[in-house]
């Protein structure tokens, strides 16, 4: 019998329970025929809802001032790495630096006085995401979240976390922190004196407890084979991870901005979740993957790992299976 490897291919072909997204070639012939350039400056209303095929750096002089809620950016880490055809060398902490701030730079005309900013890294890029980013914005705290893909290293520790700088414009920024509770299994059940839970219900699934959550996330799981959302973006991140986000510093209605898009990640959940959504994408491939997931989104709107106003833990099986998640 064959067998899949870790990713979902089998004999040079995909495993019948792969369920990465892909695109036909019809699929593909009709973004690319519609595919958005900005090439001149544009209202909010010309720009929202969007993606655009282009350089990050021949889009933002075309954005509209103050017009952005939310921005999240992913952009290439500080290492040496393929997207497609383009690739992203590994540089001096200082190089890097500047490379962000010759965009970061740019942002501030477009958000709003109360927006909020996340600026995706990893250990080699974190401390220049801090530095640019405390030039323009707040530092509100870091988030580090679990990336347990990846091999082993056997002279040195495995990598697996990234982080996620969040940053403000202003002191007079949105959180909604209600809205990203954490759903937990209880492994030690308190009670109060009367002998009832104490901050946990019983349910037919077990013993939860719905608790704040922390800069600490130990619940996602990054898109893989058998999961719908996957694609064969090499760094793409999760629905639930973006949900989180867009939840807590967004309002319904908001713009949400991701000047990385990728193949749509941000986009997507954006739409999902009642928000105005615009993206820059340069890569012709990501960006037709990222339009066809807005289409799939209008139809689906379903987060793994969202439901019922509170995230769940990583392979919370009973509850998915019920939920037919």
């Known amino acids: 019998m064959a067998v899949a490897n870790s990713d979902g291919v089998t004999n040079g072909t995909r495993a019948p329970l792969n369920r990465t997204m892909t695109l036909t070639a019809s ?23 969007k993606v655009f095929c282009q350089d990050v750096f021949t889009a933002l002089p075309f954005l509209p001032d103050r017009s952005v809620d939310l921005m999240f950016a992913d952009p290439p880490y500080n290492l040496t790495k393929s997207f497609n055809d383009r690739k992203f060398k590994q540089t001096s902490l200082e190089e890097y630096s500047q490379w962000l701030d010759s965009w970061v730079s740019q942002t501030v005309r477009i958000l709003k006085p109360a927006a909020s900013v996340y600026i995706c890294g990893d250990w080699r890029s974190s401390s220049a995401i801090q530095r640019v980013g405390e030039k323009y914005f707040i530092a509100q705290n870091r988030i580090t979240w679990e990336r347990e893909k990846g091999r082993g290293a056997k002279s040195n520790w495995k990598n697996c976390s990234e982080d996620i ?5 202003s002191d007079d920024y949105y959180f909604n922190v209600d809205a990203v509770m954490v759903k937990r ?14 901050d946990w219900t019983e349910t037919e699934n077990g013993r939860f407890r719905v608790t ?15 999961m719908p959302e996957n694609t ?7 629905e639930k991870l ?22 749509g990640t941000t986009t997507a959940v954006a739409k999902k ?8 994408e340069i890569d012709e491939t990501y ?28 392979n919370a099986a009973k509850f998915y299976r019920k939920k037919g998640l």
């Open 27 to 49: 699929e593909l012939a009709r973004y690319q025929s519609s595919l958005k350039k900005l090439e001149a400056p544009g209202s909010l209303e010309n720009v929202q809802d």
């Open 165 to 169: 700088w969040f940053f403000s414009v």
């Open 185 to 198: 299994q209880v492994l030690a059940p308190y009670t109060n004196s009367n002998g009832e839970p104490k």
């Open 212 to 226: 704040h959550p922390s800069n600490l996330w130990t619940d996602l799981t990054v898109p893989y084979w058998s």
């Open 232 to 238: 064969d973006h090499p760094t793409q991140k999760p």
């Open 242 to 263: 973006l949900a989180k986000i867009v939840l807590a510093s967004s309002r319904e209605g908001d713009l949400v901005f991701d000047p990385f898009n990728g193949s």
């Open 273 to 280: 979740l009642g928000r105005h959504y615009l993206g820059v």
């Open 287 to 314: 960006y037709c993957l990222a339009r066809k997931r807005l289409e799939i989104a209008s139809e689906d709107r379903s987060i793994q790992g969202y439901a019922d106003g509170v995230f769940w833990e990583r």
